[in-house]
């Protein structure tokens, strides 16, 4: 069974940055998708970035671009999420999701998810 665990959340000043860690531990698959999503109070759930684990594609929000940057180590079964220039209103809890099927390279169809880990940004 897939189980996701994030890490590295904290608080951080605005401008400040932050590198976000998700262990895949239980996956049988080699390749599938998975990425960042973040959910702030009041807000609904939305996709920051994603990885392809096999070819390393990505894709990102446009709210990411140019900011965030978001990696993996295979033979950790880690994926990461550098994140620069933080924002206030990048605050909100963040979760790392990963789909085995579905439609590729889009922030749908996530069937695992992690429990999250708070990214705070004080202005």
């Known amino acids: 069974e897939v189980q996701l665990a994030e890490s590295g959340g904290g608080s951080v000043e605005a401008g400040g940055s932050l590198t976000l860690s998700c262990v895949d531990s239980g996956s049988t698959d080699v390749c599938y998708e998975w990425g960042w999503f973040r959910q702030a109070p009041g807000k609904e759930r939305e996709g920051v970035a994603g990885m392809y684990r096999c070819g390393g594609n990505t894709f990102y929000a446009s709210s990411a671009k140019g900011r965030f940057s978001i990696s993996q180590d295979k033979a950790k079964f880690t994926l990461y999420l550098q994140m620069n220039n933080l924002k206030s209103e990048d605050t909100a809890m963040y979760y790392c999701?990963?789909?085995?099927?579905?439609?590729?390279?889009?922030?749908?169809?996530?069937?695992?998810w992690g429990h999250g880990t708070q990214v705070t940004v004080s202005s």
């Open positions: 999701a990963l789909k085995i099927r579905g439609r590729w390279m889009e922030f749908v169809d996530y069937a695992y």
